[in-house]
């Protein structure tokens, strides 16, 4: 089959991940005879530099254009990049902002998996791990919230005040809530709603209507938790979660968070889908300006987005699978970004990483 793929390189690390994961794809094709074109895209400071904006209508035209786009990782060191010199909504996290809107990429998943090899790097005690491990996903509504709020600066009586908005109407909720459930359906078949109900209208507005989608699915277990307990309870005992459903900015921290239980933040993958099955698959990740160029940075994170991309979008279950278990082989051969690396194991580079896992797919 032909597949038309977006490549977003972006900045910092962006180009030597998406360089690795390009490789794993490369390798896809070749072993099951598929045809991958790719159309370079420019997204964030490379867009900048390029044309003076984070992001133009011939990236989001293109985009469109593609079966599913994957992107690196987009911004710099704020205190050093030129690009923080310019107002806010020209900087490069802008234009993330704008392609998730103007492509309506309202649900991102983002997984967080225990590898067995991995025990080593969680930082969390062994007996809090138990013999399991861990398995969930954060489901994270992505083009509302404070992110997408009104926001403006303005003098006050004399005093400098900044406002961000927080809204959300029922129809976000419900989209994004129905995700959440049908992705339980196939998992462990529990949501688990993270908000700040005892605090804010919007959060009871989003317990309201979950607890409504919540009566179409009787067979999933729906849970309600305030945010800074969840925080708490992903390093106290993440075993309990399978779906965590949340709203944009408490899903950005949660997932950090979660990404770093599971060892390193170089292994978290991301997907972002709109209605239909189009997405932009990214790490959760950063552009990690204080290594970037040095051939350290785990690409891990990226060749399990391009894996969810097979799955999700292009509907290449069996070429998913296989591009997870290179991963996996990878972790098992002891084979160690500087990030999860330790003792005994093999330290190995972005590109070798990349090399690795590739040829594990081909077998
Ligand atoms: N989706 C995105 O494109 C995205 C996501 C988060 C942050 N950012 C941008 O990235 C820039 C840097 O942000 P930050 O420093 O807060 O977060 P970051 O995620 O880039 O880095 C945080 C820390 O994690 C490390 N790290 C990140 N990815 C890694 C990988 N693949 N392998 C090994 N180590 C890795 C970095 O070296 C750094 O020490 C900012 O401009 C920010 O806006 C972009
Ligand atoms: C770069 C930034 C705007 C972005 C976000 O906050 O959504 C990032 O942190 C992420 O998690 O994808
Ligand atoms: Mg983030």
Same mark, same amino acid.
């Given at each position: 089959m032909?597949y038309k %793929?977006g490549?977003?390189?972006?900045d910092?690390?962006?180009p ?7 490789k ?6 070749e ?5 991958f074109?790719?159309? $370079?895209?420019l ?5 900048? *530099? /390029?044309?003076?904006l984070?992001? +133009?209508?011939?990236?989001v035209?293109?985009?469109k &254009?593609?079966?599913?786009v994957l992107?690196?990782s987009?911004?710099? *060191? !704020?205190?050093?990049?030129p @690009?923080y ?6 900087r490069?996290e ?5 392609i ?7 649900a ?11 025990r ?6 062994? *007996? ?6 861990f398995?969930? %996903?954060?489901?994270r509504e992505?083009t509302g919230?404070?992110y997408?709020g009104e926001?403006k600066t ?5 005093v ?7 809204s959300? $109407?029922?129809n976000?909720?419900?989209?994004? !809530?129905?995700r959440a ?7 462990r078949?529990k949501? +688990? ?9 919007? &959060?009871?507005? @989003?317990?309201?209507?979950?607890a ?31 779906? %965590?459903?949340?709203? $944009? ?5 949660l997932?950090?968070?979660?990404s ?8 978290l993958? &991301? ?7 189009f997405?932009?698959?990214e790490p ?5 300006? *204080?290594?970037?160029g040095?051939?350290? /940075?785990n ?9 969810m991309m097979?799955?999700? &979008? ?7 699978? /296989? ?18 690396y ?7 580079s +972005?590109t070798?990483?990349?090399d690795?896992?590739?040829? $594990?797919?081909?077998?």
């Amino acid at each position: 089959m032909e597949y038309k %793929i977006g490549l977003i390189h972006g900045d910092g690390i962006g180009p030597e991940i998406v360089n690795e994961a390009k490789k794993v794809l490369d390798s896809v094709c070749e072993k099951y005879g598929h045809t991958f074109t790719y159309e $370079n895209l420019l997204l964030g400071g490379a867009s900048i *530099d /390029a044309t003076g904006l984070p992001l +133009t209508e011939e990236t989001v035209e293109k985009a469109k &254009s593609c079966d599913a786009v994957l992107m690196g990782s987009i911004g710099g *060191d !704020a205190k050093t990049s030129p @690009w923080y010199k310019l107002e806010p909504s020209k900087r490069p996290e802008a234009g993330l902002l704008g392609i998730r809107k103007a492509l309506g990429l309202f649900a991102n998943l983002r997984p967080a998996y225990l590898y067995n090899e991995l025990r080593a790097a969680c930082p969390l005690r062994d *007996d809090i791990i138990g013999d399991q491990g861990f398995n969930l %996903i954060i489901v994270r509504e992505l083009t509302g919230g404070l992110y997408f709020g009104e926001r403006k600066t303005e003098e006050v009586n004399g005093v400098t005040t900044a406002v961000d908005t927080l809204s959300y $109407n029922e129809n976000e909720i419900r989209r994004i !809530a129905r995700r959440a459930f049908e992705i339980a359906r196939k998992r462990r078949k529990k949501v +688990t709603e993270v908000d700040k109900a005892n605090v804010l209208d919007s &959060s009871r507005l @989003w317990r309201k209507v979950t607890a409504e989608v919540a009566k179409e699915y009787p067979d999933v277990e729906l849970e309600n938790m305030l945010v800074d307990n969840c925080a708490m309870q992903l390093v106290r005992d993440p075993k309990q979660f399978d779906v %965590i459903l949340t709203e $944009n900015m408490f899903g950005d921290i949660l997932s950090d968070e979660a990404s770093m239980v599971t060892g390193s933040i170089g292994m978290l993958s &991301s997907a972002s889908l709109n209605e239909s099955s189009f997405g932009l698959y990214e790490p959760s990740h950063g552009s990690a300006p *204080d290594i970037t160029g040095k051939n350290i /940075a785990n690409p891990i994170a990226t060749i399990l987005s391009a894996a969810m991309m097979l799955r999700y &979008s292009l509907n290449l279950d069996q070429e998913a699978d /296989a591009v997870e278990a290179a991963v996996q082989k990878a972790l098992s051969d002891g084979f160690r970004t500087a990030d999860i690396y330790s003792e005994g194991m093999k330290k190995t580079s +972005t590109t070798e990483m990349g090399d690795v896992i590739a040829e $594990n797919v081909r077998g």
